[in-house]
């Protein structure tokens, strides 16, 4: 499996704190079947964004990876003002790889009025928006066709992991079966931050998605489409109606 969100690099945000933990993150992705896994340090307000220092830590981790897990380099970018201007003149800063996927988180508590014309801006300059896990926000629970609408430009979505699970209550994890019937989600990611409450697992999902959903659309979360953003392509699909009543398996 491919995890494209991760906060796996130390003392970079609220992810892990040491090189150690670091390490024994990528020991529990490695045991639970994850193969690549992208380091997504917060680009806010709060952490900055410091491309050398990343660089650094990845670097760093790199030296003592003995896991066979691939680290590929991003962020968690989120929506303010300083941020997205940054990023319309450095277009490959901030996304996955240097390539075209970006991660883009929401606030909590506003959801920007100019958000179309802003994930519109991105896509003029060549930088696919994901947004991350709509279904833990609580504004977003409340705008499916905003979010039906993004996804229309051209946006993803990025589910958690822990979500499908329930570890972020029930509305969470309804709003993402919600998002996957409505054919909304293209990438399930871990969003680990460290090793017991946001551990970097993904087989425990996998198996959800593969028991309420199929075997193909769990391919498609977990593999194909994480895939298709590291390589820069356009995913495959997304997943639409679980089995019970499915007609078609991709949009």
């Not at 040491?18 to 806010?44: D, K, Q, Y």
């Not at 590929?72 to 989120?78: A, R, W």
Request: proline letters at 4%.
């Amino acid at each position: 499996m491919i995890d494209v969100h991760s906060h796996i690099l130390f003392g970079i945000d609220d992810g892990s704190t040491s090189l150690e933990m670091s390490l024994e993150m990528l020991r529990m992705a490695a045991a639970h079947g994850t193969e690549r896994i992208v380091a997504t340090p917060h680009a806010n307000l709060d952490y900055g964004f410091d491309p050398v220092k990343v660089a650094e830590r990845w670097q760093a981790l790199d030296a003592v990876n003995d896991t066979g897990v691939i680290v590929h380099l991003g962020s968690d970018f989120h929506l303010a003002y300083e941020f997205i201007e940054d990023a319309l003149n450095n277009p490959r800063k901030y996304t996955i790889d240097g390539g075209s996927y970006l991660l883009v988180e929401f606030s909590d508590f506003n959801i920007p009025r100019t958000t179309s014309e802003i994930f519109a801006s991105l896509l003029r300059v060549g930088m696919i928006p994901v947004i991350t896990h709509p279904e833990r926000n609580l504004l977003l629970q409340k705008r499916l066709d905003e979010l039906r609408d993004w996804v229309g430009m051209g946006c993803g979505i990025q589910v958690t992991a822990q979500s499908l699970l329930g570890d972020f209550g029930s509305k969470a994890r309804k709003f993402s079966e919600t998002l996957l019937d409505s054919s909304l989600v293209h990438v399930v990611a871990s969003d680990a931050h460290d090793l017991a409450n946001r551990p970097p697992r993904l087989d425990e999902a996998w198996d959800c998605v593969e028991e309420e959903w199929s075997v193909e659309t769990a391919n498609l979360l977990f593999r194909a489409n994480p895939a298709a953003i590291l390589a820069s392509e356009r995913w495959a699909g997304t997943p639409a109606k679980r089995k019970r009543g499915l007609m078609s398996l991709f949009r």
